[in-house]
């Protein structure tokens, strides 16, 4: 899985604490095997977002997933609920 990231992504990943950034990491290498894994808690979004997915690094932080090609993903945003705003 090749994963891209947009610079809106690298923002929001630096200003998180650096525990959140691990447990990101680790969900982030996760999703590169199997990114339909349960455990990621994956899940289609609706409205404005209907082209996108998201998941959970844990109960408050999620990442918004552009599916864009067959093996190819863009990370557009990670955070907490408002970054479906």
Known sequence: M???YTPKF?????????DTQNLT??????FKKTPFDPKLKIHKLHGNLSEFWAFS??????????FIDKGQVVFRSVGKHDIYD
């Open 57 to 66: 690094i844990n109960y408050e932080y999620r990442i918004i997933v552009h």
């Open 10 to 18: 690298h923002k929001q990943y630096y200003k998180l604490n650096s």
């Open 2 to 4: 090749r994963i891209h």
């Open 25 to 30: 990491d680790i969900k982030i290498n996760l």
